[in-house]
Nanobody
Framework: QVQLVASGGGLVQPGGSLRLSCAAS????????MGWYRQAPGKQRSLVAV???????NYADSVKGRFTISRDNAKNTVYLQMNAMKPEDTAVYSC?????????WGQGTQVTVSS
């Protein structure tokens, strides 16, 4: 089992920055990749960014150049640094971890970009 605890959401003005954190515990040695999805009202959940155990990263086209995913192995934590934020980034962001057997989800955190 893997437990995920997400934090860092909130309200930010357009052009501003936020950093999300996702701390993993439990059977972390089984994790192959971690990342973030988001779901805006009335829309399907979509991938934002993912980082593999080998350090490879992948981003949604809409966030490339603005968001950066990174990890601190000592803290078993993955971060999503969000810069130059736009109103369309408003969504509930959920952390996930992928193992060979299943995907785990943390609780969602609301991110609102508004003036």
């Amino acid at each position: 089992q893997v437990q995920l605890v997400a934090s860092g959401g909130g309200l930010v003005q357009p052009g501003g920055s936020l950093r999300l954190s996702c701390a993993a515990s439990g059977s972390i040695f089984r994790i192959n990749a971690m990342g973030w999805y988001r779901q805006a009202p009335g829309k399907q959940r979509s991938l934002v960014a993912v980082i593999t155990s080998g350090g490879s990263t992948n981003y949604a086209d809409s966030v490339k150049g603005r968001f950066t995913i990174s990890r601190d192995n000592a803290k078993n934590t993955v971060y999503l640094q969000m810069n130059a934020m736009k109103p369309e980034d408003t969504a509930v962001y959920s952390c996930h971890a992928v193992t060979t057997s299943r995907t785990y989800w943390g609780q969602g955190t609301q991110v609102t970009v508004s003036s």
